[in-house]
């Protein structure tokens, strides 16, 4: 009776748990590695709303996929940022920004140009990912007098075309 009660009951059951672990296993690494963070993270966080950023959804497939832009982010930034990391988050979204003032000619495609009123060269709804590894020690190089400290805990964020995987720009910022 304890046999059958063994391989007929408890095996299966046992065997149907672990089948249905695998599969949300699988199910949650593929979202992790090809879906967005929320666009939140980045529209709540003041310092870099201070840069001029405007961000929106992007719903749309794009060629490039989140785990492809971290690694892209990853060989920009080096392993010594990426390992210290003690959060890394990935955007896709469009991007403006009302800021750059240098873009690379490139990627005149994404720019938009005020012709009557002389403005420098911006990102217009691009879709970007935008990648951030949070937390991470980065030096300052210091003016001749400055005698404070040169390091500093920023978030680093790398600014990825979301169909080239081209690097567009990166900016770090204080936390």
Wanted: with cysteine; glycine share 4%.
């Amino acid at each position: 009776m304890k046999k059958k009660l063994i391989s007929g009951i408890i095996v299966p059951s046992l065997l149907l748990l672990g089948v249905t672990a695998v599969f949300a296993a699988a199910d949650n690494n593929s979202d992790s590695t090809l879906s967005s963070d929320s666009l939140e993270i980045l529209t709540q966080d003041v310092n870099f709303n201070k840069h001029g950023f405007e961000i929106k959804e992007l719903k749309h497939e794009t060629k490039l996929n989140r785990s492809d832009a971290i690694k892209i982010a990853t060989d920009y930034v080096g392993d010594k940022i990426s390992k210290e990391s003690k959060k890394t988050t990935a955007i896709k979204c469009y991007l403006t920004n009302n800021v750059t003032q240098v873009i690379p000619k490139e990627y005149q495609h994404v720019l938009e140009n005020n012709e009557s009123n002389p403005q420098p060269l911006r990102f217009k709804d691009c879709p970007v990912w935008i990648v951030t590894f949070s937390g991470v020690t980065m030096q300052i190089i210091p003016p001749k007098d400055y005698k404070g400290e040169v390091n500093f805990l920023v978030d680093k964020n790398v600014v990825i075309d979301a169909n080239t995987g081209e690097v567009l720009e990166a900016i770090a910022y204080n936390k």
